[in-house]
């Protein structure tokens, strides 16, 4: 073992509490607010199966979980064209509100320095009676 690694272990649930420290999660209601004043781009890495089950919010960018950090880096030569600055609020939802967390905190490492997540993520905005457009719907 090198000298600048440690044997510490940790369980998810500690490693969660972690990452969420060094976040400035936020409630449904303020996801909302920003983005419609166009502070915050909302990005849904649900799976496919939910986003087709439960509906997609309007506005969000869909990007899978796998692909988030290569859509997301304003350097990267496979950007989204929303992904224009490392001072962009982004905003992430999973299902709820846990492997949202994690990918928030994995595009602070990139630079993104206002990237967060949803508490509850997208069960809770949508118990929250936020905007969604259901399966079968068109905008």
């Known amino acids: 073992m090198s000298e600048h690694q440690t044997d510490e272990r940790v369980g998810i649930d500690e490693f969660l509490e972690r990452v969420r420290s060094g976040l400035d999660r936020i409630e449904p209601r303020v996801a909302h607010e920003a983005y419609e004043a166009g502070d915050a781009l909302l990005v849904d890495t649900r799976y496919a199966a939910l986003r087709e089950r439960d509906g997609l919010i309007p506005g969000a960018l869909v990007v899978e979980r796998n692909e988030l950090e290569w859509r997301l880096d304003p350097w990267g030569s496979h950007r989204a064209p929303e992904a224009d600055s490392h001072d962009l609020r982004v905003v992430v939802f999973c299902n709820e509100g846990y492997a949202s967390s994690l990918a928030a905190a994995s595009l602070r490492q990139l630079g993104l320095h206002r990237a967060t997540d949803?508490?509850?993520?997208?069960?809770?905005?949508k118990a929250a009676g936020l905007p969604v457009l259901l399966p079968g719907t068109t905008p």
């Open 118 to 125: 949803v508490i509850g993520g997208f069960q809770a905005w």
